[in-house]
Every structure is written in C-alpha cells, then in structure tokens.
C-alpha cells in the first residue's frame, strides 16, 4: 500500500530565516506530487506541482520554490520566511493517469513570527 | 479555467439527521471527476466520495451519496443519519485527467448532538 509521509509536522520560524518542509511517498513509483497551502482553515491554495524527477510547475509566483530530486521525494523551501508565509503546507500525490484523486498527507502547520 | 463553488460556508445537523452540502462548478470539459474531502479537526485530508463525470448513476458510500446534475453543473453532497465524527470542513473538487484538482473553498459542518 502507498503511504505519503510530511516533515516536520509544527513548524514555528522567526521572519526572514530559511524553510525546508519534505513530503516523501512511499510503495508508488513515479507520482505526481503537489504542495498545496491552506490559510486560516479554508480552502486550498496550489502551490506547485511535479510530474517528474526536476520538473516543477508553479502555480504562483511567491517567496517559496519546490525541487524534487528524487522520484518520491518532494521538497518545499524558502531562502527567507515572511510572515504571510504562515499557513497550513499539504502535500499530496496521485497516480498520473486518467483517475486522479489525490492522497494527502498530514500537512505541516508553519507559524512565521 | 474550472472554479468551484461552495456556497454554503458554514452548516449544523443534529445527530442522525440528513444534511446536504452543495457545490457548483464551472468548465469547458466533457471528461471530468468530482470529488469530495473531508478534513476533521486533525486536518487530515480523506476522501469521501468520488464520481465519473461520465456515469449517470449517483455515486454512494454508506452514509454518503452524491446528487450529480451534469447538465446544471452541480455535485452536492448528502450524509445520512449524521455522526458526531462526521464534523470536519467538506470540501468539493474537480479534477481534470493530468491537471491539479480545483478546490472550493469548503463548507464547515457541525453535527451537535
């Protein structure tokens, strides 16, 4: 069975220091995998989404990027943290074929001081 | 570009009663799925039911069974005899084979005894 693991799970980061949030999945290979922000406990925000090993697509321009250097391994950072970076980081995977549902994982909660 | 619409922000049940959560959506697109999350207190993001565009039948899962007009653009969702667990926000999705699934912006849903 496919697992999707997040890292770390609470996260508190004083402005202008650097981001490193890491999802990994596990028992699939070659997933699609995507980094969503939630704020205030509403809706999804897509950040970026990945379909294979370097290959990023950004959903909007802002003060984060995402790599990918491994098939299972997706990676969110942020060279200097702003306080509207504050949120709820979800990653998710699917298959990458005609049925997409999306698997999510427990999500990281980012508080920027 | 899809959108969806959740129009109903905020909703309340009493326990093992019936509530209906609406959603609309908008697009171009003949081959779509539609889904929707449940995401509890925990934040957690766990599917609750899904459905083909192109099938005509109303997808269901024990308690759980969806209203899908094709033609209005409309995939609401019903919860029979509802649960104390079954408070979480509810989140409607449209999916697009290869593309990121669009989110509405939820409907949170309070079930009190």
């Known amino acids: 069975s496919q697992t999707i693991h997040q890292w770390p799970a609470t996260l508190v980061q004083p402005v202008g220091s650097p981001l490193s949030l890491e999802c990994t999945v596990e028992g699939t290979s070659n997933p699609n995998l995507y980094w969503y922000r939630q704020a205030a406990g509403r809706g999804l925000q897509l950040l970026f989404y990945s379909v294979g090993i370097g290959q990023i697509s950004s959903e909007v321009p802002q003060n984060l990027s995402a790599s990918r250097p491994q098939d299972r391994q997706f990676i969110l950072s942020s060279k200097k943290l702003l306080l509207s970076d504050s949120g709820f980081y979800l990653c998710?995977?699917?298959?990458?074929?005609?049925?997409?549902?999306?698997?999510f994982g427990p999500g990281t909660r980012l508080t920027v001081l | 570009a899809q959108t969806v619409t959740q129009s109903q922000p905020e909703m309340s049940v009493q326990e093992a009663e019936t509530v209906t959560l609406s959603c609309t959506y908008d697009?171009?697109?003949?081959?779509?799925?539609l889904f929707w999350y449940k995401q509890p207190p925990s934040r957690q993001m766990i599917l609750v039911i899904r459905?083909?565009?192109?099938?005509?039948q109303n997808a269901t899962e024990n308690r759980f069974s969806v209203n899908f007009q094709k033609a209005a653009k409309s995939f609401s969702l019903k919860i029979s005899d509802s649960q104390l667990g079954d408070t979480a926000m509810y989140f409607c999705?449209?999916?697009?084979?290869?593309?990121?699934?669009?989110f509405g912006k939820g409907t949170s849903l309070l079930v009190t005894p």
């Open positions: 999705a449209f999916g697009v084979s290869g593309y990121a699934l669009n």
């Open positions: 697009t171009s697109e003949s081959n779509y799925y």
């Open positions: 998710a995977w699917d298959w990458g074929t005609t049925y997409n549902e999306q698997f």
């Open positions: 459905q083909e565009a192109y099938k005509q």
